[in-house]
Every structure is written in structure tokens, then in C-alpha cells.
């Protein structure tokens, strides 16, 4: 399988605090799923930020390293021209346009779309979550969070891309929301072909989603392969999986 998403030896920090990633790399194979998994402050975000060129917006800078996309540098380019060419982001938080309706919101996603194809694309989006069918002229900022998250994940997937980055895809919602999710996401990678690299402090989900895995912690990239093998590592079991809690 080919890399879609190459990241190479990236540092990366913010202003007066040090590195907040260290010489982190990372692949995202074409067509699958990668987590990216870490505790609070591991540098999942930076790596995030850094890739998608965000990190300046947070007084953030990258020191070295690379990041390729369908083997093209995309270093330090915008989003919208990391949306034209297929990569598309649900940041920590959401981001969603509160004060704007789903379908409004929707509506920026599908920005650089033909306009003769937003109305099939929005459908798709709206078959893969009928909620936001029912919600659609509704302000997004008055929806669940659950609702709020599909609507991000609405908004990166409306324009087609072939990647997304998810970052903490189930933070602070309901265990039955994020199945749900999980299981729509997967679809959308087994019928549509799309990559993604979900960053998620449930290890435990993203591993049975994902087929590959890569640990952030402090800075560094620690453990790194098969989703599976991942899951079955003592670094694993004791840092990220709770075996030493359940054990105590
Ligand atoms: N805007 C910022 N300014 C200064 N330090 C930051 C900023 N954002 C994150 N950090 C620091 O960078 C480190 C990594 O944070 P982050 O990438 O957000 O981790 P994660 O997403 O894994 O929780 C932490 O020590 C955090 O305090
Ligand atoms: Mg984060």
C-alpha cells in the first residue's frame, strides 16, 4: 500500500516552551485508517497543527521535518488549498459554525465544490447521518454533541476528500454516539476509499477501527504498527490501556 500521508522527522513548538513534538514520523496508508493515540499534552494537536499549517495561528512553529501528501510537499500551505487537493480537518473542539444552520455549515464545506455537485454531495453526507437530515435548518450551535461532532465530521467529508484528520474524535461524548460514528466512518472507508488518521485518547476504540497505530508520548512517536500488534503491547497495556490500574 502507497503512502497518502507522510510525515517525516517533524519538530514542532510553540514559542518560550520547547519542542512540544520531536522528530515525529508517520504514514498514513492509502485507503485505511490510522489512530493516533497519546495522553493529554502528548503532541497529538501539534503534530495536527503542524501538518495541516495551523501551528502559526497558535504561536506555534514547525523546526524541521517534512510532511508529504500523495508524495507532493504540502508543508505550510492553507486550508483551502489542503481542501483542493483532498485533505480535509475536523480539529479538537469542533469548530462548527454555531450561529449558522447545518445545512449553512455544510454549505462551507462544499465550498470548493461545483456547484452542480453540492446538492448529490450534501445527500451523501445526509444519508451517512440522517440526524442531520432532521436538524437542518436548525442552528448547529443548539444540536448535542454527538450531533455537533457529525456535523464536523459533515462539513470534512461534504468536499470528497480522500484524507481526514480527526482530531479526538469521541471527546466528551456518549460511548453509543461514538460507536455510531466509528461505524459510519468505516463505511465511508470501505465505500468511498478515504483515509483517516483519528487522533483519540480512547485507545481501546480506535485500535478495533484502526488498522495501524502510532503512540505520541512526550513529543516522541514510541510505539508504532499494526493496529493490533499495538493493542497487544505491554507499553500498551500498561501506559494506555489501564492494566496497571485495573492490577493495583
Ligand atoms: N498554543 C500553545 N502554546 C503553548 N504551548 C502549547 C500550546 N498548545 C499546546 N501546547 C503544549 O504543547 C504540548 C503538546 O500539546 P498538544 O499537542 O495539545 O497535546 P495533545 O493534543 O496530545 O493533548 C503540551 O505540553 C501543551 O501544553
Ligand atoms: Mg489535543
Redesign the pocket.
Known sequence: MSALLEIQGLSA???R?GL??DDASLVVPQGSIVALL????????????AATGLLDL???HVAKGRVLFDGRDILGLPSHQLVRRGLTLVP?GRLIFKQLTVEENLNVGASILPRAQVRARMDAVYALFPRLLERRRQAAGWMSGGEQQMLALGRALVSGPRLILI??LSLGLAPLIVLAIYRQLKLVGETLGTSMLI?EQNAKLALEFASQAFV?DR?HIVLAGAAADVAASELMHESYLGARREAA
Open positions: 513548538g510553540y514559542a516552551k512540544a513534538l497519546g495522553a493529554n499534552g502528548a503532541g497529538k494537536t501539534t503534530l495536527i497543527r497558535h504561536h506555534g479538537e482530531d479526538e487522533v505520541l513529543g
